[in-house]
């Protein structure tokens, strides 16, 4: 009996068993069809809408063309993290065009006054100049010095994917006005490709450019440190000078992978100072190799077969004298009107940007001289020089996304004050400081949207012309209109 | 059937109901305080919540032998919200925060602006409290009664007086109120001033703003100076100290000077004073109640800007007193005895944050009765040969100070004789704190306490009649007041020992030697005068036990100036921080030059030629310089090149480079060396792998053809051992000279700042001394061996410090509740309280 539905006789003559048996195969066989209906192998699912900004994360901005002009584009990478389409993107926005816009809707009394009104909503589509399709996860984007070629770390392939730039179009091998990114623009993850026979670890994150003149090659291209979540670092080299009309002859080549930086893991990101350094900060606090490190990690170029230049342990550098230290996410440095050379580094055990002295600090103790509290969730950091007082002297401010508490903080280093705050930004994460146009341009992951930021508060406050009036910052248009998602409230 | 089966199904789904109920639900308290900044207090009559005007003066919460408090008399801390722009009341006496606006989910408090950064609050009429509101450039004048919930606001409402405000063209960043609550004081950093702001007494008839105007037109704005006077010496004085066992304060480093013929002599102040700008930025504001002075700290200049608030119309600018540093913040104390067993106030002290290395300054602080100029000069408080003598570490930065006077001190105004001088006896006494202290909050979230009169150390220190062997401890002025301290003091916490080849320990008998073989030797300190501890620096024995057994390590055992950590002299062992990965090696004329990335003054490293013009007396001179060690293996050539099998053989081994032609620094540079190989047989040995006509013959060409890429590299010391402590790291004076980096001994500097240990000689760096030795009839250690000696000193006194959040923006201590309570921005506790009998956190608020 055991093991087996007993014979009972149902009221219609038949088994229970074998009526209840006769409804599983019944139903097993109904699911097994509906399964195998709703299930397309060859689907390529759905293609992400031109124009429409999906959980933006990485933002560049395009050099002026000098110093008294003004950028000319704004690059957005978009993540696709909820993988509702099949790609992510990277799109370039007329920035000329948008303030067009804006001085439009100025004059016709639509823009808001104050961070009580609402923004204006930019349509996308209406500043949109080029657009290209990449992998989904986007972790980091950078630009060359020369303005000419974008990289991102791209985690859904694993790969370094580059895109070029010409006139605020972008090209990655495939034509079209939405077109994907040919296979030959995602170096890295092709182990034939490099000399070293090198593949590249997972989950790149951060990433860094420089020029590699500086490390004495005599080309004109850059070279990019790469940061991995499991404690690698890649090394690529992208040696040509761009060509007239746009684009470069090489790809980037991947020369170097460092396997075990020696200390925590989950770099999160990576900054390049000015002795050539990459300093990573480290994130992921669970790891039992979490601690108050930064990996640093150096280039080594070889100035006769630069294919085998590589990265080398710098060591690893420890916050000492704060609470805990153990998540940091972003650094930065700068030196002081005095000489005194620091590094800002944001943190979220504490939540707040570190200054260190680093003409105090010594080769693996960074010498903490003071902190500044910061809002929740902070992200991302970056160095911005405002003009102020009368004669408007450049004055050194670390501009930070807070994630959680929805806010962007503007800090003033070197008095650690923190001198103002933007506000009702829904999910801020990185951003650009257009300085010419006196606007902060932020990528919003909750809400879908380019945050266009009013900075002239903060520049009256700063030249002491404000009245007595509020130095925030405060929204006045978005680029894409706000798509909210509950998930990630 | 079916009813029982019905039943059965009812009582089973109940019981699936009950087992995945949680019978622990989460509850999920909203958090009240969000990025809480500043502290006032007020004094609130409970029985005025519903009628009248609850607010009464402040002393009204503070209690007195004769007029215990009410329990009617609410003490409220209110506190600022920077980032909500609000200000947060706390009822201290019911421990909760108090939500203004109940309708409102969540708590609501009252809007005071921008990012808040500073607040008080009159102590005699509450009737306003002044915020400065720095996102909008202004000062704001909000009633106070609106910080309370309604239902305490007290009876006619409507009687509260309307939110005034003063603008300006830059942001105010610290208030305080004149000693008679008839002036404000604001600091205008970016303008380099600081504003005086008449208050205007509130007359509920006329409702006039207490400002006047919001343009401030009735304020006085006073700019400051960045003429640096001339800073004083510190007179030499006594120590104040008091331990058990008794004669623990003798054994202590005096931080004066020594004369020639002994005693002290006056200690110099900081030649010249360092500014970080050529114009004044004035910060944060600390009243001198006692002399009615108003003490301005500049953190750009290294000058506290001094306003005498005494004189009739207002303040009058008085010379500014040098710190020798810019400053964060200053405090002063009351007059206290000068020593721990007097009883007439007679000192006062003033302390600073260091606005460039975050340490504590520690100063003499007194005014001219007639002139009311204030003097200061800073003490000595430090004895560690690395770091300034005129500092007081604590680790961390220090980021608040706040001096706590408790109730029991009690001074007499005119004879300063201090009242109650009764103490305390009991276990925890190191723990209880009555008389006068100093306060610091670090950038890690603690709270340290610094010593400045105990009224109860005479009690429990200092007499064979209150000493307890087994309980030892120690109380001396400007230091962290020490906790808990360890029989037998600071010495080292293990048997010294070496690590000799291949990681096996053995352990330093008595006599010095050990069981291996060969034996490396430790030379032990003896009571004879040739071989003895370095009595002038170094206090006392290191040795394990702590008894008369001859040590084998001498140390400094002044429990404030050491730091526990482990120290390894490592045999040719490597310099920290000169690991490198972007080395080059290329040939100037004669010389074979290594360009690489590594600060190598910056990180110790000499040359042989670095020393060669020091005096016999330099403890680096006759130097041959430090080992260049290169850990790139020799990169591989193309098939069919002449160079590859030579360059494998003479340097393809483990190390080979360094054993084969020894690279010594000739002459460092802090961007390149230059190398010399100081044996000249060299060129004898090079394999018949070299013989190819196009290969070198010179070997340091040799060298630069087979590394023709970059390669990895540190740099070792030579024919010595490299000493370094886990914290301290490798001492040494060498600077990059400034015309062309060569690197340079800094001989002003401290002679004892030293990284290499050589066989037979004393090593003294000011921390720890002893004496390496080679094995006796052997030639050990030599190049190549592995060997290392290591000792690790511990058992330094547990001090007063106690965690209060992550990252602390103010300390205020209450007279009023006897207790210090620290704000932190950095989330997590908010405002803590810490009670003082015994030192502990009490109360915290989220």
């Not at chain 1, 509020?470 to 929204?475: A, G, I, N």
């Not at chain 1, 248009?477 to 998930?487: C, K, L, N, Y």
């Not at chain 2, 220190?461 to 109380?475: A, K, Q, R």
């Not at chain 2, 501890?533 to 036990?545: D, E, H, R, Y």
Request: aromatic content about 6%; glycine content about 10%.
């Amino acid at each position: 009996m055991s093991g087996r539905i007993p014979s009972i006789v149902g009221p219609l003559g038949g088994t229970v068993a074998a009526t209840i048996a006769g409804l599983c195969l019944a139903t097993l066989s109904g699911l097994c069809l509906a399964t195998v209906a709703g299930c397309s192998l060859n689907n390529p699912g759905n293609d992400p809408p031109p124009g429409e900004l999906n959980f933006p994360l990485a933002t560049q901005m395009s050099p002026p063309a000098n110093a008294s002009a003004a950028p000319g584009y704004l690059y957005v990478a978009n993540s696709d993290f909820d993988l509702r389409f099949n790609a992510g993107s990277v799109s370039s926005y007329d920035l000329a065009a948008l303030a067009g816009k804006l001085d439009d809707a100025r004059a016709a009394g639509e823009l808001p006054t104050d961070a009580s009104e609402p923004p204006l909503v930019v349509p996308a589509a209406d500043v949109l100049r080029s657009q290209v399709k990449i992998g989904s996860y986007t972790s980091a984007m950078v630009l060359s010095e020369a303005g000419d070629r974008l990289y991102l770390s791209v985690r859904s392939d694993a790969n370094l994917t580059y895109i070029d730039v010409n006139d605020g179009v972008l090209s990655c091998g495939n034509g079209g006005a939405f077109a994907w990114c040919a296979d030959s623009f995602r170096s890295g993850d092709e182990a034939t490709a490099n000399p070293r026979r090198l593949e590249i670890p997972k989950n790149p994150t951060g990433l860094a450019v420089g020029r590699v003149s500086a490390l004495g090659l005599a080309d004109e291209g850059d070279y990019v440190v790469m940061s991995h979540a499991g404690g690698q670092a890649s090394l690529f080299i992208d040696r040509s000078a761009p060509a007239t009309g746009g684009g470069r002859p090489t790809a980037p080549l991947l020369v170097d992978v460092l396997d075990d930086l020696g200390g925590p893991i989950g770099q999160i990101s990576t900054r390049i100072d000015e002795s050539g350094i990459a300093w990573m900060p480290t994130t992921d606090a669970r790891s039992d190799r979490a601690d108050n490190f930064l990996s640093r990690v150096g280039v080594a170029a070889d100035l006769n077969r630069p294919e085998l230049s590589y990265l080398y342990n710098a060591g690893t550098a420890r916050l000492e004298g704060i609470s805990t230290g153990e998540d940091t996410r972003d650094i930065a440095f700068a030196t002081a009107s005095d000489g005194t050379n620091f590094a800002f580094i944001l943190s979220r055990t504490p939540e707040a940007l570190i200054l260190v002295d680093m003409d105090q600090s010594t080769p693996s103790r960074l010498f903490v001289r003071d902190l500044v509290s910061v809002g929740y969730g902070p992200s991302r950091l970056k160095k911005v020089y405002l003009p102020a007082g009368p004669a408007g002297e450049p004055r050194l401010f670390i501009f930070i996304t807070c994630f959680d508490s929805r806010d962007v903080f503007v800090v003033d280093p070197l008095s650690s004050q923190t001198f103002t705050i933007s506000r009702t930004l829904s999910g801020p994460f990185e951003l650009e400081v257009d300085e010419a146009r006196g606007y902060m341009y932020v990528t919003d992951f909750r809400a879908s949207v380019i945050w266009v930021v009013d900075l002239a508060p903060l520049i009256e406050c700063l030249g002491g012309t404000s009245e007595g009036r509020s130095c925030e910052p405060f929204r006045i248009a978005s680029i894409g209109t706000p798509q909210p998602v509950r998930d990630l409230l | 059937m079916t009813r029982a089966l019905v039943a059965v199904g009812v009582v089973v789904l109940t019981l699936l109901t009950l087992v995945g109920c949680d019978q622990d639900p989460i509850i999920i308290t909203p958090r009240a305080l969000d990025h809480s900044g500043r502290v006032e207090f007020i004094c609130v009559d409970s029985t005025r919540y519903q009628t009248g005007n609850p607010l009464v003066p402040y002393e009204s919460c503070v209690a007195t032998p004769e007029f215990p408090v009410p329990d009617n008399f609410v003490l409220h801390a209110l506190v600022t919200q920077e980032t909500r722009g609000e200000v947060a009341a706390i009822d201290l006496q019911q421990n909760i925060v108090l939500d203004s606006q109940r309708v409102v989910p969540g708590f609501t408090f009252e809007p005071v602006g921008e990012i808040p950064s500073a607040i008080v609050v009159p102590k005699v009429d509450p009737t306003f409290t002044f915020v400065s509101n720095f996102g909008q450039l202004s000062i704001w004048a909000r009633a106070t009664r609106r910080f309370l919930p309604e239902e305490r606001r007290g009876g006619d409402l409507g009687s509260i007086p309307d939110t005034y405000q003063v603008r300006f063209d830059s942001p105010v960043s610290d208030l305080i109120l004149s000693p008679d609550e008839t002036m404000l004081y604001a600091t205008l950093a970016e303008d380099g001033v600081v504003v005086e702001i008449p208050l205007i007494p509130w007359d509920p008839d006329v409702r006039e703003s207490p400002f006047g105007d919001e343009m401030c037109s009735a304020c006085t704005w006073i700019s400051l100076t960045n003429v640096i006077p001339a800073a004083n010496a510190a007179e030499p004085r006594a120590d104040h100290c008091l331990s058990c066992p008794v004669e623990g304060c003798d054994e202590l480093i005096d931080p004066f000077p020594a004369g020639p013929f002994g005693g002290q002599l006056p200690f110099p102040p900081r030649d010249p004073p360092t500014s970080v700008g050529t114009t004044p930025r004035p910060l944060r504001l600390t009243l001198d109640e006692e002399s009615e002075l108003l003490l301005i700290a500049d953190e750009r200049l290294p000058l506290v800007h001094v306003l005498d608030l005494s004189t009739a119309g207002g303040a009058t600018l008085l010379e500014p007193l040098n710190m020798g540093v810019p400053v964060q913040q200053v405090v002063v104390t009351p007059a206290v005895p000068s020593t721990p067993t007097g009883t007439l106030a007679t000192d006062r002290f003033l302390y600073g944050i260091d606005g460039i290395d975050r340490s504590v300054i520690a100063a003499d602080y007194d005014v001219d009765v007639t002139t009311r100029q204030p003097r200061v000069a800073v003490i000595p408080v430090n004895v560690r040969a690395d770091q300034p003598a005129d500092r007081l570490f604590l680790g961390p930065g220090a980021r608040v100070l706040e001096v706590v006077r408790t109730s029991h001190y009690i001074v007499d105004d005119g004879s300063l004789e201090v009242q109650n001088p009764a103490c305390s006896t009991r276990e925890v006494a190191s723990q209880t704190l009555r008389g006068v202290f100093l306060s610091v909050a670090s950038n890690n979230g603690r709270v340290y306490m610094i010593d400045v009169f105990d009224m109860d150390a005479p009690c429990r220190l200092g007499s064979v009649d209150v000493c307890d062997e087994d309980n030892p401890g120690v109380v001396r002025r400007h230091r962290i007041r020490v906790d808990t301290a360890s029989v037998g003091g600071v010495k080292t916490t293990a048997t010294p020992a070496f690590i000799i080849s291949g990681g096996s320990t053995v352990i330093v008998e008595d006599d010095g030697t050990t069981a291996a073989e060969p034996s490396p030797r430790v030379i032990p300190f003896e009571s004879t005068a040739d071989n003895e501890c370095p009595g002038t620096v170094f206090q006392g024995k290191l040795a394990p036990s702590g008894d008369d057994t001859a040590a084998l390590v001498c140390g400094l055992r002044d429990p404030w100036s050491v730091v526990p950590e482990s120290w390894l002299a490592t045999w040719e062992g490597e310099i920290p921080g000169t690991v490198g990965g972007r080395g080059r090696f290329s040939r100037d004329g004669t010389d074979i030059v290594f360009d690489a990335e590594v600060p190598f003054c910056s990180r110790g490293v000499l040359g042989g030629n670095n020393v060669a013009s020091l005096g016999a007396s330099e403890p680096e001179a006759g130097y041959p310089g430090d080992l260049l060690v290169i850990t790139s293996e020799v990169p591989e050539r193309a098939a069919g090149d002449p160079l590859g099998p030579c360059c494998a053989v003479v340097f393809g081994g483990e190390e080979a480079l360094v054993q084969l032609i020894d690279p010594t620094i000739e002459h460092a540079f802090q961007d390149h060396l230059i190398i010399r190989s100081p044996r000249v047989d060299v060129g004898t040995v090079l394999p018949f792998e070299c013989d190819e006509p196009t290969v070198p013959t010179d070997l340091f060409d040799l060298l630069i053809a087979c590394y023709d890429e970059l390669v990895t590299y540190k740099v070792h010391t030579r024919s010595s051992y490299s000493v370094g402590g886990s914290v301290t790291g490798f001492p040494h004076r060498v600077v990059p000279g400034e015309i062309d980096g060569s690197c340079t001994v800094d001989t002003m500097a401290d002679p004892l700042s030293q990284g290499r240990a050589f066989n037979g000689a004393l090593y003294d760096n000011g921390l720890v001394s002893f004496t390496l030795a080679s094995a006796v009839g052997v030639n050990y250690p030599s190049r190549g061996d592995d060997l290392v000696f290591s000792f690790v000193v511990g058992d330094t006194p547990i001090g007063l410090i106690r965690t209060a959040g992550t990252l602390l923006e103010d300390l205020q201590y209450s007279p009023a509740d006897e207790t210090l309570y620290s704000v932190d921005i950095g989330g997590g506790r908010g405002l803590g309280g810490f009670t003082m009998d015994p030192f502990e956190l009490a109360q915290s608020f989220e």
